[in-house]
């Protein structure tokens, strides 16, 4: 099994055994086939893409903007994947990056940081945020889909106020020194003229693929991972098998917030400014890649490798009928088809596990 595709393990730890054992999920971790079949379409799409248009295959024009996008959704899909992974959901996954972006943007402008003080301390209030989030999950017993909900309304109203107050123009438009490089330069450019990497890879995917290793590590490697996809596959074996349920919905809704806040500094960075509505688009997508990837809405199996895929998919075909013309409205109904179908394909491939698990025992 690869160590970026995971779902609640045989043995999570002694001190997991007993009842979790009665909820065991077997062949539910996305397999090594379904990633090919991702990485096979998304292979036709760009031949097919690249043969109607042949400035799909522009470096500057069409490839880099791409990766950059793909970078920053695949970040949101891991924001996503974090609550996914113990069966919960945010719906203010983008108001959460505002927030933290809104952070940052006061550092920035007001307070005077360099680029990456400016980042910690979006990450710290994301993370906070989130957390107070989980929290009221677990004090209040309410489900996460509303709980999110109205914190998203709540954000909304906060961050709209707070730049009313403190911007001009409804924007930190400070710029640290480095902000530029990172939108507009390549991993290329990183060794002062050298060839060390592709002129159309984006330096901005640096942030996703350090997203993607954490958050695989912290899946494969550690107990608090383990332990957040056993309570996604059934918290009350969980908690009868000792495990801190209640934090780990903390921790899991504090990472979702640090990986919003990650995401919302990339597209401000994209942007070159901070604004109000950022993070605005990002609640489909923060669905669409890790589900398409394999992460099951229900809970106690995620793959990071797959949201890549997942968001790589999603991008290529939105970039490839936008420069076919497609207009914005029918892109959105193929979007939301894309999503319709994924969300049914976890239903099916659901009930086909529970039904082999039901046989085999």
Do not use: E, K, P, R
């Given at each position: 099994m690869s160590a970026m595709e995971l779902r609640e393990p045989d043995h999570v730890d002694e001190?997991?055994?007993g009842p979790a054992k009665a909820v065991r999920r077997f062949g539910r971790t996305p397999g090594f086939a379904q990633r090919v079949g991702?990485?096979?379409v998304i292979t036709i799409l760009v031949l097919f893409f690249g043969s109607a248009r042949s400035a799909f295959y522009s470096q500057q024009l069409s490839v880099f903007p791409l990766l950059r996008d793909i970078a920053t959704l695949t970040v949101v899909g891991l924001a996503q994947l974090a609550v996914l992974s113990i069966g919960h959901m945010n719906l203010a996954v983008g108001r959460m990056a505002a927030f933290s972006a809104m952070f940052m943007g006061l550092a920035y402008q007001d307070w005077h940081l360099p680029l990456y003080a400016g980042l910690l301390v979006g990450l710290l209030a994301g993370a906070a945020i989130g957390a107070l989030t989980g929290w009221i999950i677990t004090v209040t017993g309410v489900n996460s889909f509303v709980v999110t909900l109205a914190m998203d309304f709540v954000l909304l109203g906060l961050v709209s106020l707070v730049y009313s107050q403190f911007t001009t123009a409804a924007a930190f438009t400070a710029k640290p020194a480095g902000m530029d490089q990172l939108r507009n330069?390549?991993?290329?450019?990183l060794c002062a003229g050298q060839v060390c990497g592709s002129p159309a890879v984006p330096q901005l995917m640096l942030f996703a693929l350090a997203a993607m290793g954490i958050v695989g590590?912290?899946?494969s490697r550690t107990r608090v991972g383990r332990e957040l996809l056993l309570v996604g596959s059934n918290v009350t074996a969980a908690q009868l098998s000792g495990i801190p349920a209640s934090r780990r919905i903390v921790t899991a809704h504090a990472m979702s917030g640090a990986l919003a806040a990650l995401a919302g500094f990339m597209l401000a960075v994209t942007a070159g400014?901070?604004?109000a509505d950022i993070g605005g688009d990002f609640m489909i997508p923060s669905f669409l890649g890790p589900v398409l990837g394999g992460t099951l809405l229900a809970g106690g199996a995620v793959s990071v490798v797959g949201t890549l895929l997942?968001?790589?998919l999603v991008q290529v075909i939105r970039q490839g009928l936008t420069m076919m013309g497609i207009g914005l409205e029918s892109l959105n109904i193929y979007l939301g088809v894309i999503?319709?179908?994924a969300l049914s394909t976890d239903r099916v491939r659901d009930a086909i596990s529970t039904r082999r698990t039901v046989a085999s025992s």
């Open positions: 001190a997991v055994s991702l990485l096979l330069l390549s991993l290329g450019d590590y912290l899946y400014s901070f604004t997942g968001t790589s999503l319709l179908v």
